[in-house]
């Protein structure tokens, strides 16, 4: 049995997606292709992530975004037990960094050396990767809950 998601029980979730697999499966929705909406790494494993499970169903964004394996189920989906680790991921994100990066032990030095910063209360300081061109704080990862409450509060819909 599977968890909450902003306020949507396993059922509802669970619902949306055999809808999802169906309309892959039938060639009405195209499978998931990067680049990643979270870490921009174009190449990868990709798969779908819904932050809306509403009737009736969205299939674009912001309700259904294409993530990297890597990103939805190591850092999205684990924000709410490492908010710390989330925080230091989104600076790595903002410097032009890809999830993919941190198979690498020098970026793995970095994150911990930012994680360490943060739980200090100082600024993290990550040297750059890559251009980063969005705007930072406006991405629609920004505004993703943290608090727990909100995996089961209905007010978390971003629909009612």
Request: charged fraction near 30%; proline fraction near 9%.
């Amino acid at each position: 049995m599977g968890n909450f998601y902003n306020g949507y029980s396993w059922t509802e979730r669970y619902n949306k997606y055999r809808e999802l697999e169906r309309k892959i499966a039938s060639r009405e929705q195209r499978p998931p292709q990067g680049p990643c909406a979270l870490c921009g790494d174009p190449e990868g494993d990709f798969e779908y992530h819904d932050e809306d499970y509403s009737l009736p169903y969205l299939w674009t964004e912001p309700a259904l975004y294409v993530l990297c394996r890597h990103c939805h189920r190591h850092k999205l989906h684990q924000r709410f037990s490492r908010p710390v680790l989330w925080q230091a991921f989104l600076a790595h994100v903002r410097r032009g960094g890809y999830a993919s990066d941190l198979k690498d032990p020098t970026v793995k030095k970095e994150i911990a050396a930012c994680c360490k910063a943060i739980k200090e209360g100082r600024k993290p300081n990550l040297p750059m990767r890559r251009p980063y061109t969005r705007m930072i704080g406006e991405e629609w990862f920004a505004r993703l809950h943290l608090d727990r409450g909100s995996l089961t509060d209905p007010g978390a819909r971003p629909r009612p």
